[in-house]
């Protein structure tokens, strides 16, 4: 991945960027991939499929499902041991790469596993280590919690990005709406909210009806 600082100097006091510097390279990370597709800091993500063939081409992208296998592999991870298991990204030996995500999760889970697994690629994460069909009480992969946070704080920026939610809390719109708007989870908005310090502003979206 090149950085253009310069362009990222230059979304500074514009409202594009929260007050909240431990999350300046997570917003700057969603904002380069939201320009390469064109999109203004409103807009929500098409497709994720549509936004790994337009920035990462040469990743394939399936849902586990779709992967030539024999039922009882695609069980374990649909309704087995690993069912809350989201999604992965394998560099295969042709150094060609492929994601693969749970269809068995809800749409907006999916969006954002996708988006988590774009920025481990687009990042050039070091690859975690996966132990197949582990079902021992230990842990079935290896974890480092500082590159799994910029993946994920990056996608979630990608995908609300911080002038659209700014300008919807503004406008009190609920975070129902806003998660209906932009595709995601009520989990991932009000995720941002915090990250974002915009939470304290969205007094509306407390009400038992948002």
Known sequence: MNIDYAQRKARGGRGLIPPNPNQWNNEHNGLDVRQALGLDGSSPLPAIEHVFATVLPQVTVLPHGGVPA????????RRGGVRNWSGLGLQLPDGSEM??????HA??????????????????????????????????????????????????????????????VGDGTTVTAIASYFQVSKGLV????????????AKSWRKPSA
């Open 70 to 77: 024999a039922a009882v592999y695609i069980d374990h991870f």
């Open 107 to 168: 749409p907006v889970r999916i969006r954002a596993t996708l988006m988590e697994e774009f920025f481990h690629i687009y990042l050039d994460h070091p690859r975690s280590t996966v132990r197949v069909l582990s079902t021992s009480a230990g842990s079935s992969r290896t974890l480092d919690t500082s590159v799994e946070n910029e993946a994920y704080g990056s996608g979630a920026a990608a995908l609300v990005p911080f002038s659209g939610l700014c300008s919807m």
């Open 190 to 201: 009000e995720f941002r909210l915090k990250v974002t310090k915009l939470y304290a502003k």
């Open 99 to 104: 994601v693969v995500y749970n269809d068995s």
